[in-house]
């Protein structure tokens, strides 16, 4: 099943069919709000990637290498120890040359425009023995006012005082993307929500991202130059900067690891020629910079492939420095993306020691190694983000191959599922509504909201429409096929459809089609844009999540906080959260259907038409009955740090 699509948009890239997401974010056709995310916005194809004849033909790289190789022997060597600055610190990490003369080609002419105050040298670390200190403590590096800036929509979060009172502990997040930075998914939004929970529940947390060319200059001018070492990598034989740029926002510290030659690009994700080294070099950077701050953590938290090589760093070539002590979490976020490439490239980029490429680890088959799945083998404990979703992926249907993997290392595997931000979204301050509502007054505004995206979107405006959204990446994970299917039978005259995605063409062209075919009752939005987003989860009755598979699943939350009910596919995190409406009782929160077939989608949502229209009395109880529904982070967030305890029993 599903993965016939895997092939499609690999470019170039040559081995394995493995991909990466797919970066929605941005074609910006409709004109309309945008206002708010960055998201990312697309641009040139790009260029950077340093040592272009390491991709895919290494074989001849890395035969070129070999002297190379062993100058970085092993370890430590590797790691960044460097630079001049870091007194005392340093002492442990070694390797890296400080000023490194030559190399510095490597070096981004992007050096931050921003502030790079002469007094760079936060002299302070020293101060920084153990991984307990907070933030406070920590010295030089400065940030400017927090609070004040605003990013897009979320309006002022929660309380900043720690409502739960266990120990103490240091978490280090890395991860590919935080909203509102840059964002492609709900991977974005639970590397936003989530480290914010955390603070509140005393945790010291600290963030590390690519700085991405593409974040919003407002967020590029708030970011405070925080040091800089040169960093070696792999066999390249080269001495790669990094750049670190902080932000402290809210509680949470955002570290962004500055290098244009790999993060120049106007998406994060380009294709896998481009971001196997990327991340390569990402991983190794983030748990070097946590050395050369001199901020060793209880744990890193790593999020994705994208960041699965970390344990794997952790584990070899840094265990003998002051990171090493630090335990590690690898969240799967989505199974589907696991970043494989040719065995001699990823050797290449990492440098890693021979016994990591080993079945148990790295090693995929005879040609590919997998990033994602040593960072399995190598994690201390593995999550993902649902229960159900943690069961699917033990087995083959959902597995991606990596199943028996999964099944070997359970014993260190659960699933704990996401929340949203109540201060992101939240219908009674949401800036981006016609109306705001709470409980107490949705069922007289949500039907002006719903007025108002009909204005706004050119349908016919009458509030006595079944107004169905969809909200998604347009790729195969998301069961638009079925959607396809039957929107047909779903156009009865008393039904509009909105959509709003990027993705795949033939989606996004059977959508348009729909929107020419049916003018006035389809609306098909082709484009990333936050603002209309909320709109929608506003005035939209239901909002369609027929996933083929979903390892949690946002949408269907932030529909449920909007009264908007979920019509979903029982897979995942949706299983896990929407409870199928009883029309015998009245309970339930929204409409589902089990096997993936256009068929019982088709009667999920004429079940959900029948209840609107002939028993609205009932709707309306679910509406209210999913606005109170807990879909906080709180729970979820106190799961996490029971488990960071655990791994840290001191
Ligand atoms: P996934 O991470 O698989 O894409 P999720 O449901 O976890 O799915 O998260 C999707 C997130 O991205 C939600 O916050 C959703 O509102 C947002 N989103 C998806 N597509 C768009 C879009 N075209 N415009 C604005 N927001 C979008
Ligand atoms: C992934 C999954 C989605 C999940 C999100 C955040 O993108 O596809 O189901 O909600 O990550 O964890």
């Given at each position: 099943?599903?993965?016939?699509?895997?092939?499609?948009?690999?470019?170039?890239?040559?081995?394995?069919?493995?991909?990466t997401?797919?970066?929605?974010?941005?074609?910006?056709?409709?004109?309309?709000?945008?206002?708010a995310?960055?998201?990312?916005?697309?641009?040139?194809?790009v260029?950077?990637?340093?040592?272009?004849?390491?991709?895919k033909?290494?074989?001849?790289?890395?035969?070129?290498?070999?002297a190379?190789k062993?100058?970085?022997?092993t370890?430590?060597?590797a790691?960044?120890?460097?630079?001049?600055?870091?007194?005392?610190?340093?002492?442990?990490?070694p390797?890296?040359?400080?000023?490194?003369?030559?190399?510095?080609?490597?070096?981004p002419?992007?050096?931050?425009?921003?502030?790079?105050?002469?007094?760079?040298?936060?002299?302070?670390?020293?101060?920084?023995p153990k991984?307990?200190?907070?933030?406070?403590?920590?010295p030089?590096?400065q940030?400017?006012?927090?609070?004040?800036e605003q990013?897009?929509?979320?309006?002022?979060?929660?309380?900043?005082?720690?409502?739960?009172?266990?120990?103490?502990?240091?978490?280090a997040?890395?991860?590919?993307?935080c909203?509102?930075?840059v964002?492609?998914?709900?991977?974005?939004?639970?590397?936003?929500?989530?480290?914010?929970?955390?603070?509140?529940?005393?945790?010291?947390?600290?963030?590390i991202?690519?700085?991405?060319?593409c974040?919003?200059?407002?967020?590029?001018?708030k970011?405070v130059?925080r040091?800089?070492?040169?960093?070696?990598?792999?066999?390249?034989?080269?001495?790669?900067?990094?750049?670190i740029m902080e932000y402290?926002?809210?509680?949470?510290?955002?570290?962004?690891?500055?290098?244009?030659?790999?993060?120049?690009?106007?998406n994060?994700?380009i294709?896998?020629?481009?971001?196997?080294?990327?991340?390569?070099?990402?991983?190794?950077?983030?748990?070097?910079?946590?050395n050369?701050m001199?901020?060793?953590?209880?744990?890193?938290?790593?999020?994705?492939?994208?960041?699965?090589?970390?344990?794997?760093?952790?584990?070899?070539?840094?265990?003998?420095?002051?990171?090493?002590r630090a335990?590690?979490?690898?969240?799967?976020h989505n199974?589907?993306?696991?970043?494989?490439?040719?065995?001699?490239?990823?050797?290449?980029?990492?440098?890693?020691?021979?016994?990591?490429?080993e079945?148990?680890?790295?090693?995929?088959?005879?040609?590919?190694?997998?990033?994602l799945?040593?960072?399995?083998?190598?994690?201390?404990?593995?999550?993902?983000?649902?229960?159900?979703?943690?069961?699917?992926?033990q087995t083959?249907e959902?597995?991606?191959?990596?199943?028996?993997?999964?099944?070997?290392?359970?014993?260190?595997?659960?699933?704990?599922?996401?929340?949203?931000?109540?201060?992101?979204?939240?219908?009674?301050?949401?800036?981006?509504?016609?109306v705001?509502?709470?409980i107490?007054?949705?069922?007289?505004?949500?039907?002006?909201?719903?007025r108002a995206?009909?204005?706004?979107?050119?349908?016919?405006?009458?509030?006595?429409?079944?107004?169905?959204?969809?909200?998604s990446?347009?790729?195969?994970?998301?069961g638009?096929?079925?959607v396809?299917?039957?929107i047909?039978?779903?156009m009865?005259?008393n039904?509009?459809?909105v959509?709003?995605?990027?993705?795949d063409?033939?989606?996004?062209?059977t959508?348009?089609?729909?929107?020419?075919?049916?003018?006035?009752?389809?609306?098909?939005c082709?484009?990333?844009?936050?603002?209309r987003?909320?709109?929608?989860y506003?005035?939209?009755?239901?909002?369609?999540?027929?996933?083929?598979?979903?390892p949690?699943?946002l949408?269907?939350?932030?529909?449920?906080h909007?009264?908007?009910?979920p019509?979903?596919r029982?897979?995942?995190?949706?299983?896990?959260?929407?409870?199928?409406?009883?029309?015998?009782n009245?309970?339930?929160?929204?409409?589902?259907?089990?096997?993936?077939?256009?068929?019982?989608l088709?009667?999920?949502?004429?079940?959900?038409?029948?209840?609107?229209?002939?028993?609205?009395y009932?709707?309306d109880?679910?509406?209210?009955?999913?606005?109170?529904?807990?879909?906080?982070w709180?729970?979820?967030a106190?799961?996490?740090?029971?488990l960071?305890?655990?791994?840290?029993?001191w």
């Open positions: 099943m599903a993965k016939k699509k895997a092939s499609t948009k690999k470019p170039a890239a040559a081995v394995t069919a493995e991909q997401k797919p970066a929605p974010a941005v074609k910006k056709e409709e004109p309309a709000a945008k206002k995310e960055p998201a990312v916005k697309k641009e040139e194809p260029a950077k990637k340093a040592e272009p004849a390491a991709k033909e290494e074989p001849a790289a890395k035969k070129a290498e070999p190379v062993k100058e970085a022997p370890a430590k060597a790691e960044p120890a460097v630079k001049k600055e870091a007194p005392a610190a340093k002492a442990a990490e390797a890296v040359k400080k000023e490194e003369p030559a190399a510095k080609k490597a070096k002419a992007a050096k931050p425009a921003a502030k790079k105050p002469a007094a760079k040298k936060p002299a302070a670390k020293k101060a920084a991984a307990e200190k907070t933030v406070a403590e920590q030089a590096p940030v400017e006012e927090p609070k004040t990013p897009v929509q979320p309006v002022e979060s929660a309380p900043a005082q720690p409502v739960y009172t266990s120990p103490r502990r240091s978490v997040f890395i991860g590919s993307e909203h509102p930075f964002k492609t998914g709900g991977l974005g939004d639970v590397m936003y929500a989530l480290p914010r929970v955390l603070a509140q529940q005393n945790c010291d947390v600290r963030v991202l690519p700085r991405y060319a974040i919003p200059q407002k967020y590029q001018d970011m130059y040091g800089e070492f040169y960093m070696d990598l792999g066999q390249t034989g080269r001495s790669y900067y990094v750049g402290v926002w809210d509680g949470v510290v955002y570290d962004f690891i500055d290098n244009q030659e790999f993060f120049s690009a106007g994060p994700y294709g896998l020629v481009d971001d196997i080294p990327k991340y390569c070099y990402f991983s190794k950077a983030a748990l070097a910079a946590l050369y001199n901020w060793i953590p209880d744990i890193v938290h790593c999020h994705d492939w994208q960041a699965a090589l970390v344990p794997v760093y952790l584990r070899t070539l840094f265990k003998d420095s002051p990171v090493g335990k590690s979490v690898l969240t799967i199974l589907r993306f696991q970043g494989i490439y040719n065995i001699p490239t990823i050797r290449y980029w990492t440098g890693l020691p021979d016994e990591v490429f079945m148990g680890a790295l090693k995929q088959d005879y040609v590919n190694a997998n990033m799945k040593g960072g399995l083998a190598y994690a201390d404990r593995i999550t993902t983000v649902s229960n159900t979703y943690a069961w699917e992926i083959a959902y597995g991606e191959k990596l199943q028996d993997h999964l099944r070997y290392h359970s014993y260190k595997l659960r699933g704990i599922v996401n929340g949203i931000d109540y201060g992101m979204w939240n219908p009674a301050t949401d800036p981006s509504l016609a705001n509502y709470d107490t007054n949705v069922l007289q505004h949500k039907p002006e909201n719903k995206l009909q204005q706004e979107l050119g349908l016919v405006q009458d509030e006595g429409k079944f107004v169905i959204g969809l909200i990446r347009l790729t195969d994970q998301k638009l096929d079925l396809s299917a039957v047909p039978q779903v009865d005259g039904t509009q459809v959509v709003l995605g990027t993705g063409k033939e989606y996004e062209d959508f348009r089609y729909y929107e020419n075919a049916c003018k006035g009752m389809f609306s098909a082709i484009q990333y844009d936050e603002a987003a909320h709109r929608i506003a005035g939209a009755d239901a909002l369609l999540v027929p996933s083929r598979f979903e949690c699943g949408t269907q939350l932030n529909a449920m909007y009264g908007t009910l019509i979903v029982e897979t995942g995190g949706l299983k896990d959260t929407v409870e199928p409406y009883n029309v015998f009245g309970a339930g929160n929204g409409f589902t259907f089990d096997r993936y077939d256009a068929g019982l088709l009667d999920a949502i004429n079940r959900a038409k029948t209840e609107y229209f002939t028993s609205r009932h709707w109880e679910v509406v209210q009955r999913d606005m109170a529904k807990d879909v906080s709180e729970n979820s106190r799961q996490y740090k029971d960071y305890l655990e791994l840290t029993p």
